[in-house]
């Protein structure tokens, strides 16, 4: 059977699943970075400070179509009770690629909508009332 | 916005000048700056960059540490002490003209202060820094001793309500951070948020300003002149 068909378990309600935070950052580099390279450099750090079972609890996720790599800005998902966790493993982040760089986070939303809103300027006419 | 009140330009060590550090802290939204020297050394002239700087004297000496903050004080805006022995960290405590402890941990199998220390510190209003650099330039075993030592100090300085300032101490400019990525160190090492956050806000703004207040020569032992 092909794997879309594949039947899957439903979605939790709301109140059953785990809270995500997005935390927004920003990257200055030498020189430009690429995607696959803070991927790397992002989960490597994680899971250096973190440790395997402290990067589980945390459940980072990194969102790549919200990856800017004109102005360096991105989106990555954490659990709820881990956002500090997570901002620190970022902070220890020197080396992005072949470059020195450093990581700084805008800002910490609940949701993508006010992420993209808020932080990444990407707004449409539904936004304005 | 917040204050990193522990890095070094290209004169004293190094890599960036004071305009780079500038332009940068700017960017990471930093609003004051820390120029680092030791206290042999002489005051720098400071240009107009647009960011709050400070100059902090750094006492590197293994003796006589409260008679050389006695005797600098009126020539710098912040005493600090290049902590890591155990006897200099005690009597920086213990100096009511030293403003900052820097990293009593250093080079060393244990935390470096005890509850004597910590308590002197308190009572002197010595603030104990937690250090990135130490924190970023370890590795597995070395960072988790460190982050162990740090936690250590912290639990003390919660329970004495000494004063904690998180810097970068950074030699070059990718090694400093935001002022609200440091407080997060702050709080991983055991602080609550708020006061984590007040690490890099509220108590450097507060050295800054009750010392600038002194050398203007409109604050005594607990009297302020408006």
């Given amino acids: ?129 | 916005m917040g204050y990193d009140l522990h890095v070094y330009t290209n004169e004293n060590g190094g890599e960036n000048s004071l305009e780079e550090l500038a332009g940068f802290a700017k960017k990471l939204g930093l609003k004051g700056l820390g120029i680092a020297r030791l206290h042999t050394e002489k005051k720098q002239e400071f240009p107009d960059t647009g960011i709050d700087l400070v100059d902090v004297a750094v006492i590197k000496a293994d003796n006589g540490i409260d008679e050389i903050a006695r005797r600098i004080r009126n020539k710098a805006e912040i005493i600090a002490v290049y902590g890591g022995k155990y006897l200099v960290n005690r009597q920086a405590c213990e100096s009511r003209y030293v403003d900052i402890l820097l990293h009593p941990e250093l080079n060393r199998n244990d935390s470096g202060l005890d509850h004597i220390s910590v308590r002197a510190a308190a009572e002197n209003r010595t603030a104990i820094e937690v250090n990135f650099r130490q924190i970023l330039e370890a590795y597995k075993r070395g960072r988790a001793n460190i982050l162990n030592h740090m936690k250590r100090n912290m639990m003390l300085c919660k329970k004495f309500n000494t004063d904690v300032v998180a810097t970068s101490s950074s030699l070059s400019k990718w090694n400093m951070r935001s002022a609200r990525e440091l407080a997060a160190i702050a709080y991983l090492l055991g602080l609550d948020l708020g006061h984590a956050i007040d690490t890099t806000t509220i108590i450097p703004e507060e050295i800054v300003r009750i010392n600038r207040e002194k050398l203007a020569g409109k604050r005594w032992e607990g009297v302020t002149i408006e």
Avoid at chain 1, 31 to 50: A, D, G, M
Avoid at chain 1, 95 to 124: C, H, Q, W
């Fill in chain 1, 1 to 129: 059977m092909d794997a879309r068909f594949e039947p899957r378990p439903k979605t939790l309600p709301p109140s059953m699943r785990t809270k995500g935070r997005y935390l927004i950052f920003e990257i200055f580099s030498e020189n430009p970075v690429e995607y696959q390279e803070i991927r790397e450099s992002f989960w490597n750090s994680i899971t250096n400070f973190l440790g395997e079972l402290g990067t589980s609890d945390a459940h980072p996720i990194i969102l790549k179509n919200l990856y800017d790599p004109k102005s360096q800005r991105g989106v990555i998902k954490c659990r709820h009770d881990m956002v500090e966790q997570i901002r620190t493993s970022l902070v220890l982040v020197s080396m992005i690629g072949e470059s020195r760089a450093v990581v700084r986070i805008d800002g910490v939303t609940g949701t993508i909508k006010s992420a993209r809103n808020k932080y990444l300027g990407m707004r449409d006419l539904r936004s304005f009332k």
